[in-house]
Every structure is written in C-alpha cells, then in structure tokens.
C-alpha cells in the first residue's frame, strides 16, 4: 500500500507557472505508475498527464501537451507536475493518483484504474 500526498498548489495569473509535487510513502514506490488528474466544479475527473513506474513513457491529453510536464524521482519518492502557461480552465483540484504495476511501460489514463489518490491540491489560475 502507498500513501500520497499533493503539495505546490495555489493562486496564480494566466500565463504563470505552477510545479506541483505528489510525495508518496509506504511501499517502494517505483513499483506503481502515477497519473495526475483534475476536477473542477460540476466536471468529471479527468486526466492530465500519466506516467510509468521508470518516467520513460508519459502521456498528456491534447488540453496540456507542451504546457503540463509530468516527472518523477523515484530515489525520492516523488512525482512531479510542471505546469507552464496557466489558463482559468486549467483551475481545479488536482489529484495525483497510484497503481501497483507488474509492467514497466504500464499508464493508465482512466481514473477507475488507480487504486490509490492523494487528497488533492486546489490550483486557480485568475485572468
């Protein structure tokens, strides 16, 4: 079992940066492949990028590829969030979530897959 917890949130104007960080602990943690999601009011949970036990595949949806990084050290037992080029759509609680992989390459983009989530970290980006 893992334990996450979402930290880095915040305020921020359009076209600023925020780096998010999920800190896990509990069982080896380069063991499960990581995925970032949000929701905002009346929205469904949705992903954000994803990423395998080793960092050497990712994935981001159209709606924050080239603005959103996701990373990893797993000597620390952290997944990270870049977040460049803030927009106000992009405010919501962020979640950062955890499944136990046999596969190396493994990411999941379906929420329903993760069987461990952080607490989430409210993120609100201002025009």
């Known amino acids: 079992q893992v334990q996450l917890v979402e930290s880095g949130g915040g305020s921020v104007q359009a076209g600023g940066s925020v780096r998010l960080s999920c800190a896990a602990s509990?069982?080896?943690?380069?063991?499960?492949?990581v995925g970032w999601f949000r929701q905002a009011p009346g929205e469904a949970r949705e992903i954000v990028a994803a990423?395998?036990?080793?960092?050497?595949?990712?994935y981001s949806p159209d709606s924050t590829k080239g603005r959103f990084t996701i990373s990893r050290d797993n000597a620390k037992n952290t997944v990270y969030l870049q977040m460049n080029s803030l927009k106000p759509e992009d405010t919501a609680v962020y979640y950062c979530?955890?499944?136990?992989?046999?596969?190396?390459?493994?990411?999941?983009?379906?929420?329903?897959?993760?069987?461990?989530w952080g607490q989430g970290t409210q993120v609100t980006v201002s025009s």
């Open positions: 509990g069982r080896t943690f380069s063991e499960y492949a």
């Open positions: 990423i395998s036990r080793t960092g050497d595949r990712t």
């Open positions: 979530a955890a499944v136990l992989s046999g596969d190396y390459y493994y990411m999941s983009l379906d929420p329903h897959n993760y069987h461990y």
